[in-house]
Structure formats: structure tokens, C-alpha cells
């Protein structure tokens, strides 16, 4: 049930910001600051979350075999790899690390 | 497919591809609340997440200039994509026509890939055995590299780094990530303390950027690849 209210905020929210811009006057948006931090918030969020769901498990810090996967996707960014690929590759050497360990 | 590692039914996982359609939104949705997030503070962070689409809508209503019947369904469709082949437009038709054709066909495949991989995931059972934890990370990296071109957005992702982790331990789920969120206006306030951005850029990197740089380069490697 929790996920449902989730879904349905979020497509609420969602579907609102992209119609907003749409009808919302230009001009209002269009001032320096609002403009910058709003291209700084994503930057903030998608910096915790890929932290959070890289370290954290549950209430703890972790360094596990995900860290290794993390690492091998930037290494793959560094080298211009396509998303899909940068994504395989943290999932393979998760997978992979994993393994090894037991 | 990360949307059923994260625990939710078939059903759920298409209806957040049919009603979000935003894949940023659903990544962080599902993994917010695969972290164990409640599902208001899970939400919130995937609605901001979609702000940027209120920027491509504002561009978008000037090239495309929609009738007003029209723009309600045409909202649905203002994403990255669509915005970036509108944009590339020669013509307002040719604009029009690259936004309802990339519309359409986005819509039409990402919905289907979503049934598919939800499908493929639960076939495949425990998603962790396959490292496919590891995909909604590297998805969130891959979406975040492209925007740290200067210091400020990589002081930010250091800072909300930092706060995201740090107080993991002590908030309750979803509010560290509420409370990094908070990185991006310090970060333009400090900036606003400066002169400029090329004095700016210096005074916040050795006291906010360098020291979290610093200190989470040993422990996050992806962090120190950046």
C-alpha cells in the first residue's frame, strides 16, 4: 500500500512539473538563482543516492562487493562507455566479486 | 528490472512507467524505497528529480507553441529526449513532428522494456546473486557524471556525498538524502559570499570541496575516479 502512495505522489508531482512548465509564463523561472539551484538539485540528490544505495545497508555504512561495482561503472564513464555498458559493467563485477567472496 | 529487485509487484512497476515516464523519478522512487524510505520522503525526492522537466516544458511551449487542448497530453512526453530532438529542429514543424515521434516511440519501448524486465527480474529470483543491486547506482552515476563539468557541482556532489552518508546512521530512512539536497543552495550561497564564478570557484574549493574530496576519496572509490 505504502508503494502505491509512493507511485501515485510521484506521478502526480511529476506530471505537474512538466505541465507547469508548459503553461507557466517564462520569465518566472527564468531568474539566474531559481535556474541554477535548480540545475544544482539533481546534482545533490543523485550524488547521495548513488552513495547511499552504494555503502548503506539499512541504518549502516557497508563497503561491499557493490563498491567494486561502483568503481568498475566510473571507470567505464571515465572511458565514454554507452549507459548500457557502464551499467553492465557494475553489475558484472558485482556479480562478480560476489562470487568470489562466497 | 531494478524496480522488481526493489521490491515492487508487476503491476506497480508499470504504473510507474505508464503515469511517471521520467526514468530519473523512477530510479530514484524505487530505490528510495528499496532502501527502506518511507514513501512521502521517497516521493519528495523523486519529484525533485523531476523539476528539471518544468525547465524543458518552459523552452519547449515557445518552439513547439502547443493550442492550450493540447498541452495537458502533451505534457506527458517533456523528458531529456524528447526536449533534446525538438530542440536540434530546424522548423517548428519539423520541432513538432521530433517531439511526437520521439514521444511516442519512447513511451511505446520504455513501457514495454518495463514489462519485460519486471518479468526477467522475477525469473531470475534473487536479483542480488546477480549483482543487479549494483544497476541502480551505476544508473544514478551515469546520469550524474555528465553534470559535474565545474567545481560547483562537484563541490555539491561532495558535500551531499558527505551528508548522505553521514547521517544515514542517524536520521530515519529517506531524510539523509532530503537533508544533501541542501548541498546545492549551501553551496550557491557560499559561492554567492565570492566575488564571482572564477572567485567563487576557488574560495569554495579549498574549504568544502577539497576536505570532503579529501576525506572520501580512500573509502568511495567512485568518488575519487571523479
Known amino acids: 500500500m505504502n508503494f502505491w502512495i509512493a507511485i501515485a505522489l510521484t506521478a502526480v508531482g511529476c506530471y505537474a512539473v512538466k505541465l507547469a512548465g508548459l503553461l507557466v509564463p517564462a520569465g518566472v523561472l527564468e531568474r539566474p538563482l531559481v535556474k541554477r539551484l535548480a540545475a544544482l538539485l539533481p546534482v545533490a540528490l543523485l550524488a547521495a543516492l548513488t552513495a547511499q544505495q552504494t555503502f548503506a545497508d539499512g541504518h549502516a555504512l557497508a563497503l561491499d562487493a557493490r563498491a567494486a561495482g561502483l568503481g568498475a561503472a566510473a571507470v567505464a564513464l571515465l572511458l565514454r562507455a554507452p549507459f548500457l555498458l557502464v551499467v553492465a559493467a557494475a553489475v558484472l563485477v558485482t556479480a562478480g566479486v560476489r562470487a568470489m567472496s562466497g | 528490472m531494478t524496480a522488481a529487485g526493489g521490491g515492487l ?15 530519473a523519478s523512477q530510479f530514484a522512487l524505487v530505490g528510495a524505497l528499496a532502501a527502506g524510505g518511507n514513501p512521502y520522503t521517497a516521493a519528495a525526492g523523486a519529484f525533485f528529480l523531476g523539476v528539471r522537466n518544468a525547465f524543458y516544458g518552459l523552452r519547449l511551449s515557445q518552439l ?3 493550442p492550450r487542448a493540447v498541452r495537458p497530453l502533451a505534457a506527458q512526453w517533456v523528458i531529456d529526449e524528447t526536449t533534446a530532438v525538438s530542440l536540434a529542429q530546424p522548423t517548428r514543424r519539423s520541432a513538432r513532428i521530433g517531439f511526437t515521434v520521439t514521444g511516442l516511440t519512447l513511451y511505446v519501448l520504455w513501457n514495454l522494456t518495463t514489462v519485460l524486465g519486471a518479468l526477467g527480474a522475477r525469473a531470475i529470483g534473487d536479483t542480488d546473486a546477480w549483482g543487479l543491486d549494483a544497476a541502480g547506482p551505476a544508473v544514478f552515476l551515469a ?9 560547483t557541482e562537484r563541490a555539491t556532489a561532495a558535500l551531499a556525498v558527505l551528508l548522505g552518508l553521514g547521517l544515514l546512521p542517524l536520521l530515519p530512512s529517506g531524510v539523509p538524502v532530503l537533508v544533501a539536497a541542501l548541498a546545492a543552495p549551501a553551496v550557491l550561497w557560499l559561492q554567492g559570499r565570492g566575488k564571482g564564478p572564477e572567485a567563487t570557484g576557488r574560495g569554495v574549493g579549498p574549504e568544502k570541496s577539497a576536505a570532503p574530496a579529501g576525506a572520501t576519496a580512500p573509502a568511495h572509490p567512485s568518488e575519487d575516479d571523479r
Open chain 2, 9 to 23: 509487484t508487476l503491476w506497480q512497476t508499470c504504473a510507474l512507467s505508464l503515469l511517471v515516464f521520467t526514468g
Open chain 2, 64 to 66: 513547439l507553441a502547443l
Open chain 2, 143 to 151: 546520469l550524474l557524471a555528465p553534470m559535474l563539468k565545474t567545481t
